[in-house]
């Protein structure tokens, strides 16, 4: 018989064959299982990723290490160490622990391109009664009307799910505000015109909603409505309880609003002159499209 030809080494990603403590004559290797011969044993051994892996130090801090980067011994691959080893991975964040930042290739740029428009959270306050929900409606309307997506965060619906865990307690007002401030950037994000409705009532609290996204795509809408006007609607009944002594700390009886100073739009509603939700809304559509949030 002919003698057999050795077989050519593998070659292409993924895993390779190595052959330990053998002569120079391969056996061939069977399809679908190890080759064993007379001379030796194949061993699968896995290739070593050639790809950069990523470190998180911190929360949303990222730096890269080249191939040979290595965690008290142990190889990283493809972002995670193996052997259960992930100090120098992970970061802390607030009381989380042990996490990591994970990058997607389909990010805020190409969903944008997608929905034809710009993610942003038009920021509705003013105190109660002064038309945040009626403008956060006529507002979505009308750009829907339009061709855009938008989804209204409105203070008391969230209540009913969200924030149901919270009180009016003024830690709890103040999570409140982190919370929806949070869910609004991921709307945002998402490539979405998200309007957060809520009286927010302190600037520190609107300004750290504002710091979480790139500050042009935070556009605070400030209803300015007169507490008179405000109490002589009280569709809630709220502030005849608040005058009553049966509500503590409400907004603009007993407990203060501190208006915007540096907001972008300025709605304003003087007593026996308000304007109508459908140029509320057209004002701020009109921003939208100033300052290129709306494609065509």
């Avoid at 194949?42 to 730096?63: D, M, Q």
């Avoid at 503590?248 to 709605?267: A, W």
């Avoid at 304003?268 to 939208?288: E, F, H, R, T």
Wanted: glycine letters at 10%; one cysteine or more.
């Amino acid at each position: 018989m002919l003698a057999r030809p050795p077989p050519r080494p593998c070659s292409g990603a993924g895993d390779r064959w190595r052959r330990q403590d053998a002569p120079s004559a391969m056996p061939r290797v069977p399809a679908g299982g190890l080759g064993r011969g007379a001379a030796g044993v194949f061993k699968l051994v896995a290739a070593r990723p050639a790809a950069t892996t990523v470190v998180a130090a911190a929360a949303g801090e990222r730096r890269t290490a080249g191939p040979a980067a290595a965690v008290d011994g142990a190889q990283l691959a493809n972002g995670s160490a193996v052997a259960g080893i992930s100090k120098l991975v992970t970061s802390t964040v607030g009381k989380s622990t042990n996490i990591l930042w994970h990058d997607c290739p389909i990010g805020q740029n190409e969903r944008q391109k997608l929905l034809n428009q710009k993610g942003c959270v038009v920021w509705i306050t003013g105190l109660s009664g002064s038309g945040k929900s009626t403008l956060a409606c006529a507002l979505s309307r009308e750009l829907h009307s339009r061709g855009h997506l938008t989804y209204v965060l409105d203070g008391d619906n969230l209540r009913h799910g969200l924030n149901r865990d919270l009180s009016f307690k003024a830690e709890d007002r103040a999570e409140n505000i982190r919370r929806v401030g949070e869910v609004a950037k991921l709307f945002a994000d998402a490539g979405l015109i998200c309007i957060a409705s809520l009286i927010s009532p302190y600037r520190s609290e609107r300004g750290a909603c504002r710091n979480l996204l790139p500050s042009s795509s935070f556009i605070e809408v400030f209803l300015n409505a007169p507490l008179e006007v405000c109490e002589s609607r009280d569709p809630k009944g709220l502030y005849k309880l608040a005058r009553a002594g049966k509500i503590k700390g409400f907004t603009g009886i007993d407990d203060p609003y501190e208006p915007p100073s540096d907001c972008e739009i300025v709605i304003q509603c003087k007593i026996g002159d308000c304007p109508s939700p459908k140029s509320m809304a057209d004002q701020v559509v009109s921003y939208l499209e100033a300052n290129g949030f709306l494609e065509d």
